[in-house]
């Protein structure tokens, strides 16, 4: 969509909400410092403080929930240099919602170095994540009772064993269990297998007594939840399913 951005501070009335979102929407596909550089410009230019307050949080919002990956580091900026700053003026609890959000958002973003975290596999032998073989790592978080996760099994097996007759690089997948049953865990496994070949190494995983704080790291407060990890531990995708999998992978081997 080719529109001319309007100024904020022409505006003669409050812009509504949905006005405010169709404007960040128009901005979608922007590269992040330029989003970045327009996000300084209009707060800037808005010397209201109440209009302030409900354009930051509405931008925060658009960038924390886009399906756009890199976004998140927007939403990051405008909590660090404005919402979450004294004196601006959230009430306590959205700070409260905003400091969750980049406590399990920030350890993950697009580009950061990959928490190494040291899971345990079934007989209870380490699996740490920073010292797996393979071009790539793909991190699977799951739970066996998750209807989204058994519809994501089913289009990532599939994918796989696709992808493993023409491969373009090693991979190593690791799928951890956001359980602590054992019993469940084992029947989850022997029901929903993966392929491997030289190409595909696959790991299950687990932290039955949650002492690695995944939930923080990873950001994993629902599932599933699958990022793709480099060979030199950054993270280059998050929030992934199978598609966006397979895209990113296309682009990047």
Known sequence: LAMRMPHLQAQERAWSEEELRMIL??????PVEELVAKMDQWLAAEKDSSA???FAQTAFEHYGSSPIMGYERVALYLADNYLLT????????????ITWYTQITRPNQIGATAPDLTFRDPLGYPIPLHRLPGDYLVLWFVDDQCPICQSEYE???SWLNEWISQPTCNLSLVRCYVGDDLSRWTTYREGHPLPQSDSLSVWDAWDPDFETGFQIHYG???TPKLFLISHDDLIVGRNLNTESLRHLLQTKT
């Open 25 to 30: 929407r128009t901005l979608d596909g922007k």
């Open 52 to 54: 302030r307050v409900r």
């Open 86 to 97: 004294p004196g601006f003026g959230l009430s306590d609890e959205e700070e409260f919602h």
């Open 155 to 157: 289009q990532l097996n």
């Open 220 to 222: 994993v407060i629902s």
